[in-house]
């Protein structure tokens, strides 16, 4: 077992040796800060390997290829519920192992992201019509107020940190118009998310476990309080969904509670790393920026492009609940597996000029929402929100160029994200 290895001493020992290099130490590489700041040269070194891997040590499988993780995502046989884990977080060996994380994990369990089947279901259809085409075309305008709010608050000449000053405000508005969640709490919410998001990390330390127990624990006080104050408002928004399933048994409380916590959490970073990453892409690719600028109608495009080349998740989790065969290797039931999208995302046999940006590239099969019954709920909100960002942006500003070194987080592994961007602005005169 790896030292800091998350399920350190309490997996199985298992036979397989299918595509398994024990030379590679899977989790020292995805924590290692040089990889968090450029990962693409390692992930494609790795790639060239082969697309299914197996770590011996931590009992995960990852999966860098195309075509396996378009299977893997996609088969009912690979479930998202990390009760079916053997060993897992869910499990009574992970419990006695690690009583604080084991909470954590259950207390954090009973949403759509960690089930399957007609659970999933269940849940998952309570807030699907808030991301329905008719549910965005109304909230259009709102986006699009918010974004002129902060531009306009934004000097038209000069230094800004587009992180600070645009991307990071932007969604986090958004969602809180949705859930109607006063400006006031903005830095609260950011702080249970900031603490929050760090369960996609897999690997976490216990002073971050207790930092999310205690985030979650003050949450989902917050959301029953405002249930409370609003359980007879019939709200039309995404909080006046929740309230009504729960009242109509559709969720139990936990389950209303969580899922919501779960949306705020992963609409809020996700979005501000779309919004940041291609900014950055665009500044790198001066042309791609001028093509951007002569086409506006090339921002859809544009935008599945920055999702491809810069995801700003790099795991997505599987837990194999049947065994399961894909190119050469038997992932067995109980197995989890992990998606390394920084390679999928850049499969050169997938993708032609992989690593080059191509505002117009068509049929960008990106994997960055995932893929199959757990795709992306939020991802017609969050390509609205990067859509009208983008050509908000552009127009205010014909002049943007970088104005220092971006600066990326590297204290996640699962999130790829910049904390500074500071570019140089000029306005229309
Ligand atoms: C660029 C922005 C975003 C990215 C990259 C992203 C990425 C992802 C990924 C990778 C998954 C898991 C998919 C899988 O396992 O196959 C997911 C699921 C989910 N996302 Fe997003 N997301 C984004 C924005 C949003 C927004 C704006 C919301 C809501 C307001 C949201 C809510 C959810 C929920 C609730 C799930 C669970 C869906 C299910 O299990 O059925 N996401 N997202």
Known sequence: MAEDSPLDGILPETESDSNCDDAIDWWSILSDKTFLENP???????????????????????????????????????GRDTRNWTGGWNSEDYRQHDPVGYMLFSEFQPQMINSDGEEHKRMRKVYEPAFRAQAMSQLEPL?????????????????????????????????CELFDIPESLDDTISRWSASLIRIGDILMTPEQKSEAMEALA??????????????NNNEDNLMGLAIQAQKNGTL???????????????????TVTLIGNGMLLLLSNPDELARLRSDPGLTRTAIEEFLRMEPGGNMILRVAREDFD?????????????GLI?????????????????IARPANAQFTFGGGAHFCIGAPLARLEAQ?????????????ELAGEPEW???????????RLPVKVKAVA
């Open 143 to 175: 986006i699009a107020d918010q974004a002129s709010r902060l531009l306009a608050a934004m000097p038209d000449k000069g230094e800004i940190d587009f992180i600070e000053a645009f991307a990071a405000p932007l969604p986090l508005r958004v969602l």
């Open 326 to 338: 894909v190119e050469g290797v038997t992932i067995p039931k109980g197995a989890p597996v992990i």
């Open 388 to 400: 009208i960002a983008f050509s908000r942006f552009l127009e205010k500003y014909p002049q943007i």
């Open 218 to 231: 003050e949450f989902k006080d917050f959301l029953r309080q405002q249930i409370k104050e609003r359980e």
């Open 342 to 358: 920084g390679a999928i995302n850049r499969d050169p046999g997938r993708f032609e000029n992989a690593d080059v940006l191509d």
């Open 409 to 419: 987080r590297l204290d996640r592994m699962n999130a790829r994200g910049l904390g």
């Open 252 to 270: 139990d409380e936990e389950e209303t509670l969580t899922n919501l916590v779960s949306m705020l959490v992963a609409g809020h970073e996700t």
């Open 40 to 78: 693409y040269s390692e992930l494609r070194r790795l790639q060239a390997k082969g697309p299914v891997h197996f770590d011996r040590k931590n009992g995960i499988y990852f999966v860098l290829g195309h075509k396996a993780f378009a299977r893997v995502s996609k088969s009912s046989a690979m």
